[in-house]
């Protein structure tokens, strides 16, 4: 990647040196930040979380762009990786608890599509070292939301669970946007998901409501809820992982070498590598504009999911079928792969996930569960990570796209299942079958009941 031979020759310092600076001190450090986001945004409320990373994140970047040396640049690289771990879990949720229900899922996706435009800035090649200027540069939107998060108030959802004040918690919706009918209907849900008392309304009220702990035990010891959270978390999990097997990111590290294999030179092959990218920033403005109109769960599956085990399990043919007949495939069918390749999980696989997760998991333990499904899809992150330069030759590369082609579609299988939408276009684990599979797991039928004697 451009960026880490920038900082090599910037840093002085070697390859293995520079990709541990690039990518370990990102990952490692962001998952930290994701569980810190997932302990505390309960705690302090998310819009004092969203402070703290954004601004280790500054903290990090200045660090970063200031010194040249290679240990203080660790510190500010871990610094920035805690930032981005802790907005990766309270972005989605800050979003999804103040937009109003119509606006929900073209705002939880936009910062998808920021974040992919952030990512294609990251590889415009440059002829000299412009990788501290390029850190400082995203560290200017950082600036803004710090100063904006400083004048917003928290969400809803936070002041209900902190401190029980729907009066305040009505005020803020009112102020985000939020018809008044929508705004009663949604605090009456907040008050009864947060387990307060109906009589319990207005502030001064609020100061006899059962404290945060004893709300939590009273939600843990329901087993209807445990039961339904349970499908949202491994639901959340399932797709944060399949999110990263599809290698949207990864994939684009091995165009350039695979052009190359194809007969392409080097220059060929990162212009192609750019155009891909742009490419895939207009995917990603498909689910921004359509996830309402069209639902989740249809952009998830048949666009999204389906369509990239398919061209995964083609790049996968292509490349086994290229190492037997040692010959190169043609170049313009290895360009509509990659372009399938990398579009299909832009549409729907790269955005549903940060959408389903604030939706799905009930308020009391949104944010730990949400933030335990972002450090593992880090996790994961960084064990393809280490493991993916093992698959140096079109052999492995071939057998390893069918691999994950298959998973994808196991996945695809579950989600076709286990998925339904409500009339919001809100994506939910459908408890019927969930339940009918769970009866048959266990051996017996839990749906059916003893006869009543009437």
Known sequence: MNAVKEIEKDLKITSLQARFFAGFMT?????????????????????????????????????????????????????????????????????????????????????????????????????????RAKLLISAGPCLVSTLLLACLPDTPCAIITMSGKLEDAEEVMSKCGVPEGEREARLGELQTAAKIPIHLVTNEEAINAPSRRRRITWFLEDPATVTGFTGSLLITAALFVAQELALEDIILHNVAPIFQNSGRS???????????VCIKVVGALVPVFTANSSGRRRILLLVSMGATGVFLAALGGMLLADFRARRTVPFPLYCVIFIGVEVSPAIGLGAVPWMYGPEAFPLLIRTPFFGLCVALKLGIRQLLIVRLPLLTSLYTMGFGYLLLSGVLA???????????????????????????LWSVLALKDQTRRPPQNV
Not at 28 to 37: D, E, H, R, T, Y
Not at 412 to 433: G, P, Q, S
């Open 27 to 131: 990952r490692v450090p962001g998952i930290l930040g994701a569980l810190f986001a997932a302990v505390t945004a309960n705690l302090i409320g998310r819009k004092y979380v969203a402070l703290i990373g954004s601004v280790l994140y500054l903290i990090g970047a200045v660090t970063i762009f200031f010194t040249g040396e290679y240990t203080t640049s660790m510190a500010g690289r871990a610094l920035t990786g805690l930032g981005i771990g802790t907005g990766l879990v309270i972005g989605p949720v800050f979003i999804a608890e103040v937009a109003p229900s119509k606006r929900r899922a073209f705002l939880t996706t936009f910062p998808q599509l920021l974040l992919i435009l952030g990512w294609a800035y990251a590889w415009i090649p440059s002829a000299h070292p412009r990788w």
């Open 266 to 276: 080097y220059q060929a092959s990162k212009v192609a590598t750019l155009v891909l």
């Open 410 to 436: 196991i996945g695809f299988v579950l989600c076709w299942i286990f998925f339904r939408e409500d009339h919001t276009r809100k994506v939910l684990v459908d408890d019927t079958v969930a339940h009918r």
